[in-house]
């Protein structure tokens, strides 16, 4: 987890004020991690820092919320009715369009006292020596640092997204698909179709929507470690997609179909002048079929088959390699 910068920018734009409320320490068992937020402004709220009366009371309490900064503590037993047993600090901020303008670099660190005033910029406070040398270490190992809460401060390495999911077609599978995998922090998404048409009227944050009158034109601008769902309304248009991508490179690529258009593309790829091993780098069918034919299950089973714990092994072994 990080310092989600856009989306918080982008709830600001929307809705003004914003508090953001973040678990900056935890003592004992918690319904989620250091660094784990959400943003919580008049009327409604996003993200989740594990749900319950926690996160209920939270809510609440960053509504009324006056003060910039305010650090609170929760013990998670029988007073919230959670069975957690543990204990966590929270972090709640106010942010609005000037306070952001002080949210730059990778790393976020900022004082967290009751007494840091929302006009005191955050450069002229004094950094812990223990706070300089964790921010030091990164900068020297380019390795983010955990979110963490020393010595008043509240350490936060800005988010980026580490996967790259383009989704080729926004028919009704990949829509569904968009809904499931859009709200997951890790992912940035680029979907493509043949027109503006094709998609819905409100994209999801962190999705990148791209109407194409020739999509299959678009794979050369895709980063070689990108992931690949084709899914598009057009058999012909799946088979240019995959042409294109044995052509260029990928780290995964998914096509939705059955048994027997896989065994069809196999033969007009190969065809097209691709070895057997270069053709089976494409995983066709996707998803669980065991889970139907309906869009939001075949969403779900190829959500799972990107996510499970297998598949993350297999990207560390690609990024190591």
Not at 48 to 71: H, M
Not at 97 to 116: F, K, Y
Not at 150 to 161: A, K, Q
Not at 209 to 238: F, G, W
Request: charged share 20%; net charge neutral; hydrophobic share 40%.
């Amino acid at each position: 987890m990080g310092f989600d910068r856009e989306a918080l920018r982008e709830a600001v734009k929307t809705h003004g004020k914003v508090v953001r409320v973040v678990i900056a320490g935890i003592k004992g068992s918690s319904p989620r991690e250091v660094g784990a937020s959400m943003l919580v402004w008049k009327d409604e709220q996003s993200g989740t820092i594990g749900g319950g009366t926690l996160e209920y009371q939270a809510a609440e309490a960053a509504r009324r919320q006056s003060k910039p900064s305010r650090l609170s503590q929760h013990a998670l037993g029988p007073d919230l009715g959670q069975c957690c047993g543990g204990a966590v600090s929270l972090l709640s901020e106010i942010y609005d369009s000037a306070s952001l303008t002080h949210i730059e670099g990778t790393v976020v660190a900022r004082p967290v006292t009751q007494e840091c005033e929302k006009d005191d910029p955050l450069d002229t406070q004094v950094q812990p020596m223990a706070v300089k040398r964790v921010l030091a270490r990164s900068r020297a190992q380019g390795v983010a640092p955990e979110p963490q809460l020393i010595e008043g401060w509240m350490i936060e390495p800005i988010h980026e997204p580490t996967r790259n999911i383009w989704i080729w077609g926004a028919g009704h599978v990949g829509r569904s698909l968009v809904d499931v995998l859009s709200p997951l922090p890790d992912l940035a998404i680029t979907w493509v179709d043949t027109g503006p048409e094709r998609f819905p009227s409100s994209i999801p944050s962190g999705v990148t929507a791209v109407p194409a009158a020739k999509p299959a034109e678009l794979v050369r601008h895709a980063p070689p470690e990108a992931e690949h769902l084709v899914l598009t309304y057009s058999h012909n248009l799946d088979l240019e997609l995959c042409n294109r991508l044995l052509l260029h490179d990928f780290r995964f690529a998914g096509l939705i179909g059955s048994a027997t258009k896989w065994a069809r593309f196999r033969s007009r790829l190969a065809a097209l002048g691709h070895l057997p091993a270069r053709i089976g780098r494409i995983t066709c069918p996707i998803g669980d079929p065991d889970l139907g034919k309906h869009p939001q299950m075949i969403a779900v089973g190829v959500a799972a088959q990107l996510l499970r714990p297998a598949r993350q092994n297999e990207l560390k072994k690609d990024l190591s390699a």
